[in-house]
């Protein structure tokens, strides 16, 4: 059974306003203290930021200003630069020296050599024609030149004069000449090349036939040049010199010592590129 | 360590402060209710200057205030709450047959039947109610009052409307009090640092004692007398529920020794022919012709208290009990006997939650 209680009842915004109205001041304070630190944070935080910012844009700044050319640097620059350019114009000389001097017959001489802008004159004594052209071809299969041109050959020829017999009642023994070079008209010695070649170019047909193993190892141009300084020694006029001696002499018989050979070999551009290789 | 935080405990939670006020005293009354029954820590009373209250009106609150601050400081309550006695002559008890619906139906319906049929002669009045249990045996019919028509219309929209045309019907208890006057008393107690937890009458504060001490049968037929030097309370219960009171105003003489006291012995008899009538009304006029009164539960603040109670179990023949409070306060009970306690000990064992 319910109590009697005669105490009034409060209504209950009565009871409860001031226990809500210090609920709601304290949830109300706290929210705001809340947002309040928040806010607060959020400020420093971008207040920070926009000071960093300010302070690496000082900075940026200052380095531009301070970037000017190191001269070490443009030195090293010039350095790299300059060795480029040795590098892209170095040429590796050994390969086609010890291809050439290797190839040389045993009974050739290389008289002189010389090197520049790609391309290496040698000047060689050769015993035969023969000997020149297996020089060219065999030098020609290295793959290291681009071309190959036979300047000039000379052949070195000796004259042997027999005197008359009354100075053979003195002297019986034959006397032989100085050495004079040249001496002869290469025209004896260019037919003979021609011959040589052709010989070789036998049986194809064409006017100037060449060996085929000739035409794989020659460029055509090289052979035309070929040809045409063939062509060149064969319709040349003859030049004949032929230093006599005032001595009378009963006979004369001239003998061919060596051929020299003047040759031009230009330096295969791959070769020369990979030469520049380090 | 665990003993000594207990009684920390129940010193502050289960204790509670039973007020009395009447024209003359301020009773204080400091119990805890525990398993064991009901544990007095304090009771103490306190006189309050002549003419402050004049028949349970407040005509002087400072002396009023004076008095109970003075009290307080005596005591030094650890109870938070307190449950007030308000006097019994401002106080108005009525008893309704009405339809048995809820509460809050009840109420509209009581708001309404106060308004035409019983009107309160306060005039602020302020008003509790409760359902009171069905007394089967006495077939109890109170004063019946037809529902007004506009009771009836609340109860038309609601389920329970049934109830209202089966006529199943339930007893309400309504008491009534002036609310200046409740409002003049929880003043006072707020005054003096006390915070009101109930106000209620001294009748049901001597139901709610004998009910915790149980001197007899709690259910039973009983009835109770509270004497005071100016008026006399006596009421009536059956089936653990209160279904009559009457106030009578009775001058009992001040001494203890009324052996020969004429006064004393025309009060007695004015008080036995109260009770008499009190009963006969209650078995005959409100048709409780079974119900025979088996106990009577006698306590008040008068010094003669056991002379009256010796007087009417001689003439009543039946068991008078008077109320029993084991407590031995040493300014309290000088001031008025044990038995005077009694109204402010049920309302200090109302406790808290009740």
Same mark, same amino acid.
């Given at each position: 059974m319910k109590s009697i209680n005669l105490l009034p009842k409060k209504p209950f915004w009565k009871r409860w306003f001031a226990p809500l109205m210090i609920l709601l001041v304290g949830i109300y304070i706290t929210v705001a203290s809340a947002m309040y630190y928040n806010l607060t944070s959020i400020r420093w935080q971008q207040q920070a930021a926009t000071e960093e910012a300010s302070r690496i844009e000082q900075n940026i700044a200052l380095l531009r200003e301070q970037r000017v050319p190191d001269p070490k640097l443009a030195l090293l620059q010039q350095f790299q630069v300059t060795v480029s350019q040795l590098e892209s114009s170095r040429i590796d000389w050994l390969p086609a020296v010890q291809t050439l001097t290797s190839s040389?017959? #045993?009974? #050739?001489?290389?008289e002189k050599a010389r090197a520049e802008a790609g391309t290496i004159a040698l000047e060689v004594q050769f015993s035969t024609l023969q000997s020149v052209v297996d020089y060219v071809r065999k030098t020609r299969s290295?793959?290291?030149?681009?071309d190959i041109q036979i300047t000039s050959v000379t052949a070195l020829q000796q004259i042997k004069l027999e005197q008359l017999p009354e100075s053979a009642s003195t002297e019986s023994a034959p006397t032989v000449s100085p050495v004079v070079e040249? +001496?002869? $008209? +290469?025209n004896p010695m260019l037919e003979e090349l021609r011959q040589m070649m052709m010989r070789e170019a036998?049986? $194809?047909?064409? !006017?100037i036939q060449v060996n085929p193993s000739l035409y794989e190892t020659f460029r055509p141009e090289e052979i035309d040049a070929a040809v045409s300084i063939i062509e060149q020694w064969g319709t040349g006029s003859p030049q004949e010199e032929? #230093? +006599?001696? !005032?001595t009378p002499v009963a006979a004369a018989q001239v003998e061919v010592l060596h051929y020299r050979a003047v040759l031009t070999y230009v330096l295969a551009q791959e070769e020369a590129e990979r030469g520049n290789a380090p | 360590m665990l003993t000594s935080v207990k009684q920390l405990i129940d010193r502050f939670s289960s204790r509670s402060l039973g007020i009395e006020i009447t024209d003359t005293h301020i009773k204080w009354l400091e119990a805890s209710i525990n398993s064991g029954g009901i544990e007095i820590h304090a009771a103490d009373a306190e006189p309050i200057a002549s003419g402050a209250i004049a028949e349970g009106k407040v005509q002087e609150v400072a002396p009023v205030i004076q008095a109970l601050q003075t009290v307080k400081q005596r005591n030094?309550?650890?109870?938070?709450h307190t449950n007030l006695i308000l006097p019994s002559i401002l106080t108005m008890v009525r008893f309704l047959e009405l339809p048995d619906v809820k509460v809050n139906h009840l109420r509209k319906i009581i708001d309404l039947e106060l308004q035409y049929h019983v009107p309160l002669p306060f005039d602020r009045p302020y008003y509790d109610f409760t359902k009171l249990p069905r007394n089967d045996d006495a077939n109890m019919k109170l004063q019946t009052i037809d529902p007004v028509p506009e009771a009836a219309a609340v109860l038309e929209?609601? @389920?329970?409307s049934e109830s209202v045309k089966t006529g199943k019907t339930c007893d309400v208890m309504l008491v009534a009090a002036p609310l200046d006057d409740i409002e003049i008393y929880s003043s006072i107690l707020t005054n003096v640092g006390l915070k009101p937890s109930s106000i209620e009458i001294k009748a049901l504060s001597l139901q709610r004692l004998i009910e915790r001490? /149980?001197? =007899?049968?709690?259910?039973?037929?009983y009835l109770t007398i509270d004497i005071t030097p100016i008026y006399t309370d006596i009421s009536m219960y059956s089936g653990g529920a209160l279904r009559i009171t009457r106030n009578k105003s009775l001058d009992f003489p001040a001494?203890? @020794?009324?052996? /020969? @006291?004429f006064e004393f012995f025309t009060a007695c008899q004015e008080l036995m022919s109260e009770v008499n009538r009190f009963i006969n009304f209650y078995r005959y006029t409100l048709n409780n012709? /079974?119900?025979?009164?088996?106990h009577l539960f006698l306590s008040g603040d008068i010094a003669a208290i056991a002379s009256v109670a010796d007087y009417l179990g001689d003439r009543l023949q039946i068991p008078v009990h008077r109320a029993a409070i084991s407590y031995d306060s040493p300014r309290g009970f000088k001031a008025i006997p /044990?038995?005077? =306690?009694a109204g402010a000990l049920g309302a200090a064992a109302r406790g808290r939650f009740e």
């Open positions: 040389l017959p #045993a009974d #050739a001489t290389l290295s793959n290291l030149f681009d040249p +001496v002869m $008209t +290469v036998e049986g $194809t047909g064409s !006017e032929l #230093a +006599v001696q !005032e | 030094a309550p650890a109870a938070k929209s609601t @389920d329970e001490t /149980n001197p =007899f049968d709690p259910s039973s037929t001494s203890e @020794d009324v052996e /020969n @006291d012709r /079974n119900q025979e009164v088996e /044990n038995t005077g =306690f």
